[in-house]
């Protein structure tokens, strides 16, 4: 059983540029959520997609984005990077109305 | 605004040691309390969940106690060993799924 993949695994972008991040999820899964993880800190909340909608939303500006597609995956897109947009990018996913998220291995993302 | 307090930011202890690592929260809409573990360049793995209705719960060597009045709850490692080294963070979670987590502990068990 394939947990939660994330890809790419490491990326490096330049300011100003846009950034596409993909997750697939637990199998039996239908629910994404997204985080940033700015190294030695917490994980913090971008959003979360169900039903191919954006369910919830956490305080990020509208640079970041994203869409669930009819088989679960997600992306997540930010656009008009910032040097501070450098994080470990993860992808949770969960099923339905059921509160427990698994992770997946992150995607790194270094902006210069 | 962090929404769950976690302490302390590092502690080491000796093989068989246990570590004990302590969260606080305000919110009290909280209701799911999950910790997980998490090694360098890897992503969050879960460990273990609680309820605010469930003052202790075991999993393994993983043992979390609950404090609903004092909205504190704790993980307690049991028996430690090197390959439990590795940050630990706290979460909360009401029903909308949306986790805030902790900053993180880094525990590191010594041979």
């Known amino acids: 059983d394939a947990g939660v993949t994330q890809s790419p695994t490491h990326l490096i972008k330049t300011r100003g540029q846009q950034v596409t991040l993909r997750c697939s999820p637990k199998?039996?899964?239908?629910?994404v959520s997204w985080y940033q993880q700015a190294l030695g800190q917490g994980p913090q909340f971008i959003f979360q997609?169900?039903?191919?909608?954006?369910?919830q939303r956490g305080n990020f500006p509208d640079r970041f984005s994203g869409h669930q597609f009819p088989n679960y995956s997600s992306e997540l897109n930010v656009n008009a990077l910032l040097l501070g947009d450098s994080a470990l990018y993860l992808c949770?996913?969960?099923?339905?109305?059921?509160?427990?998220?698994?992770f997946g291995p992150g995607t790194r993302l270094l902006v210069l | 605004q962090q929404q769950v307090k976690q302490s302390p930011q590092s502690l080491i202890v000796q093989k068989g040691g246990i570590p004990i690592i302590n969260c606080a929260y305000e919110?009290?809409?909280?209701?799911?309390f999950p910790w997980y573990q998490q090694f360098p360049g890897k992503g969050p793995a879960l460990l273990i969940a609680?309820?605010?209705?469930?003052s202790e719960k075991k999993e393994g060597r993983f043992t979390i106690s609950f404090n609903k009045s004092a909205k504190q709850f704790s993980l307690h490692i049991m028996d430690s060993q090197p390959g439990d080294s590795a940050t630990y963070f706290c979460?909360?979670?009401?029903?909308?799924?949306?986790?805030?987590f902790g900053a993180g502990t880094t525990v590191t068990v010594r041979a």
């Open positions: 997609y169900y039903e191919e909608e954006e369910r």
């Open positions: 609680i309820r605010p209705d469930v």
């Open positions: 979460a909360a979670s009401t029903n909308d799924y949306k986790l805030s």
């Open positions: 949770a996913s969960s099923r339905g109305n059921q509160e427990t998220q698994y």
């Open positions: 919110n009290t809409a909280f209701d799911y």
């Open positions: 199998s039996g899964h239908d629910t």
